[in-house]
């Protein structure tokens, strides 16, 4: 089968997205005869050198957009001129190809290059368009002034919504796909209205394996609670903050280390002091890969209340190395959560959801047994549906089951007759 890949970026050398779709090029690259189209950026490596057994289709990123990471990341501008080349490289090409697969950008406003073009084609991994509690700054701390929840591109997410109603070409483009893939069930109820004919639940990030956690890290008392995230109000720092406050009174032994760095991490500082848990936190900023993979083994939960988490790739990653989450049940981190493997934390109203991340550390603490469980569940369900052979297996089903992977053959066949 003969499957071009779309992608507006795709990096094994950056983070996030980028290098998740890296991943995926490179382990259907192994299934089958793949061409990806993507941008290059002037500062990376070679996309084509990353990926020696795929064929590479690229176009340089306009310098325009250079140097403003977090609007390109959140709004990506340069998908308008990726659009307009990878349809034309797709309406030139269309005779040779069995299935186009858009597998990024993951958020749920990028219309599909092929679309309308008589080629069947997939979306997804999609995720996004999420919208945070209307009461996350309720709660005032003294001496610490409260800030905006987003920045003034964030904000745009808003137009989401209407797009999916409004805006016909990006309707179509989900409409005429062959199937959506989706990271979580609340993607398939933003496209509700939407005739979609196929519909599968697919995280976008994996894993390679599983780390085997050091026996005196689940034999010894809990006392170490991690959250790595960027510094945005959204990912829930402060939240893990007011939960450690809660706690310090009867486990005086419990801290709490932040990984990650953003315009929240001083704020969060202010607020660790005026509750007076400021010598029971570390904020360690931006750290290097091996770091963060050191800090999941030696933390004992992993805290992480993010409450607009389309995916949650930090959520793998800790269950990886059997660290049981806590998070909230929102977005992508509850499909990933279940009663053995970790603590998905609804939302009602901000008091009630800091008090039940407390109750939800306190259990795991008492409960040696109950801890225990959740170590080798984390595992058991991060292996089923992260590690990278697992997810390719599920796709080539997914073509299978479309009839994409037999085309080639039929056409040959038709053409032989």
């Not at 750290?287 to 993979?293: A, C, L, N, W």
Request: charged content about 25%; proline content about 6%; aromatic content about 8%.
């Amino acid at each position: 089968m003969r499957l071009v890949v779309l992608a507006c970026y795709c990096d094994g050398t950056d983070v996030g997205e980028s290098r998740s779709t890296y991943h995926w090029v490179k382990y259907l690259s192994e299934r089958f005869d793949v061409t990806l189209l993507t941008l290059q950026r002037a500062d990376r490596q070679e996309v084509a050198e990353q990926l020696p057994d795929t064929h590479v289709v690229t176009w340089p990123e306009a310098k325009l957009w250079r140097g403003h990471e977090r609007i390109n990341a959140m709004m990506k501008p340069a998908y308008i001129g990726f659009y307009l080349r990878a349809r034309q490289w797709l309406r030139d090409n269309r005779s040779a190809i069995d299935l186009v697969h858009q597998l990024a950008p993951l958020a749920m406003r990028y219309p599909c290059p092929a679309t309308g073009l008589d080629i069947p084609y997939i979306i997804g991994p999609l995720g996004g368009s999420l919208a945070a509690p209307k009461d996350l700054n309720a709660q005032r701390f003294p001496g610490v002034a409260m800030a905006p929840v987003d920045r003034w591109y964030a904000r745009l997410r808003a137009v989401d919504h209407w797009r999916f109603a409004h805006d016909h070409w990006l309707r179509r483009s989900y409409a005429e796909a062959a199937a959506i893939i989706g990271v979580g069930d609340y993607v398939r109820a933003h496209l509700h209205d939407l005739d979609i004919g196929h519909f599968v639940v697919e995280s976008e990030v994996g894993i390679d394996d599983v780390i085997t956690r050091p026996e005196e890290a689940t034999d010894r008392p809990v006392s170490t609670l991690l959250h790595v995230a960027r510094g945005v109000r959204t990912k829930g720092l402060q939240e893990a903050i007011q939960c450690l406050a809660d706690l310090y009174q009867d486990y005086p032994a419990l801290t709490l280390i932040s990984a990650g760095d953003g315009p929240e991490v001083d704020r969060c500082q202010n607020i660790a002091a005026a509750l007076g848990v400021a010598d029971r936190c570390q904020f360690l900023g931006r750290v290097p890969r091996e770091r963060v993979e050191q800090l999941y083994l030696d933390a004992d939960i992993f805290l992480f209340p993010s409450v607009r988490e389309p995916s949650g790739n930090v959520v793998f990653e800790a269950m990886r190395y059997g660290l049981p989450p806590i998070v909230a049940d929102m977005g992508g981190p509850s499909q990933v959560i279940t009663d053995t493997s970790g603590l998905a934390v609804p939302w009602r109203t901000v008091a009630q959801f800091r008090q039940d991340l407390a109750a939800g550390a306190r259990r795991l603490i008492d409960d040696r047994p109950y801890y225990q469980a959740l170590v080798h569940g984390a595992q058991e369900r991060v292996a089923h549906l992260g590690i990278w052979s697992h997810k390719i297996d599920r796709m080539v089903a997914l073509y299978d089951q479309l009839g994409c992977i037999d085309r080639r053959e039929d056409q040959a066949g038709g053409q032989a007759a």
